[in-house]
């Protein structure tokens, strides 16, 4: 006679299955498969194409813009619109579920709220990280050839460009990670979509319309101008160096990320 014995499931919440959870969640919700796409097809793409462009009409060009062509910052010209797609889907990732009421069901699940946030800001840093990492290589092998044509390409060991190229990858994660602190933080779509707009764009326009001598002593420390110094071949002189640059957008984006986590287990949702 066989005799059953209860067998003991382990329901316990850890920080590796709340991780699994949302990389779940990322992955199958088809806003976030179209973002990344559009992302991706920016990033790897757009400098191919911008390449191709002004080779076919390189005699267009102006004298002084031809003496001074910047092959990497050409083929990292997809990074300025795939920031925007990276930084919204940061948002969502946050916001959706606040959108639809599912954040109820995660909070109940994970009733220390915290391990939700840092799992969300894990998995989307990771895959934003290696696909925006990939993408600049691509688009940086991907556009030397075709502007080689006219002798103004340059290789990955020249000085600087390495460092501009996963630059790229590293600036796009942490715009990535900034959206899902925003996210977090405001809990609202529209209202964190266009937190990220005013800091990543809004803000640089106005200190371009200030005094000059206003402008030009908050520009470099904006987040967007400090963070942008590490995928620059030639850094803005005027600007902060390229490595410290990028530390202070990170400081900002981490230090909203740490706002964000005190206001999640203060409040009642």
Known sequence: MTVLTPTTVDYRVTQLRVIVSEWTKLRTL???????????????GLGILVGALQVTHWSQLDPHDRATYDPVGTALIGALVAQLAIGVLGVLVVTGEYATGMIRATFAAVPRRLPVLWAKSLVYLVVTAVLMTVCALIAF?????IIAAKHVDTSFGAPGVARAVFGAGLYLTVVGLLGVSLGALVRNTAGGIGALAGIMFVLPGVAAILPHSWGDTIDPYLPSSAGGQIMAWHPDPAGLAPWTGFALFLGYT????????????RRDT
């Open 30 to 44: 088809r806003s976030s498969v179209w973002s990344l796409a559009g992302a991706v097809l920016f990033m790897a």
């Open 141 to 145: 092998f991907g556009t030397q050839p």
């Open 254 to 265: 981490l230090a909203t990320l740490a706002v964000a986590a005190i206001l999640l287990v």
